[in-house]
């Protein structure tokens, strides 16, 4: 007799769906990203230890406007809780804060520049659950007067 397994089936629709709920959470983000064409960030590795560089590639095409322009590492804390209002399927208010950041600043000119951040030995590692997540991604972010903050992501996976 075969023993089925206890955790609940879900289709690959509706775990795409959590996917965009979860991204709806900051939608000021969105907005700043997709309004963000000339400033882009990449990584040198997908995968990274806990306790290892990555190598974080910011490229800026244009300067009109732009200041303070930084590079980060973010790690981003998914967590569900019981609530009354907008919930997921499961009865639960999906809710996210930030587990860890580290910033360095960059120069504001045209062209690529690589920038080197340290993830903590310390530091959670990538996991999505049905109750508890951590993303990390490499952030670029810059200042502009009288717009909304130019920024763009990159995801990365860290490994234990």
């Known amino acids: 007799m ?4 206890q955790q609940k089936f879900r289709p690959r629709w509706v775990v795409s769906l959590e996917k965009r709920l979860l991204g709806l959470l900051r939608p000021i983000d969105l907005l700043r990203r997709r309004l963000t064409r000339w400033l882009q960030v990449g990584a040198a590795a997908q995968e990274v230890h806990r306790g290892g560089e990555v190598e974080a590639l ?3 095409s244009n300067t009109r406007g732009l200041s303070n322009v930084e590079v980060g590492l973010v790690c981003t804390e998914y967590y569900a809780r ?6 997921d399927a499961g009865g639960r208010a999906i809710t996210y804060a930030i587990a860890h950041e580290d910033w360095l600043p960059v120069d504001c000119t045209p062209g690529a520049q690589s920038v080197r951040l340290t993830i903590p030995t310390e530091a959670p590692f990538s996991y999505e659950g049905d109750c508890l997540s951590f993303r990390w991604e490499i952030v670029a972010r810059g200042r502009r007067r009288r717009w909304l903050d130019a920024q763009a992501s990159h995801d990365i996976s860290v490994l234990p």
Request: aromatic fraction near 8%; proline fraction near 0%.
């Open 2 to 5: 075969r023993v089925q397994s």
């Open 58 to 60: 910011v490229t800026i």
């Open 82 to 87: 019981a609530s009354e209002g907008f919930d």
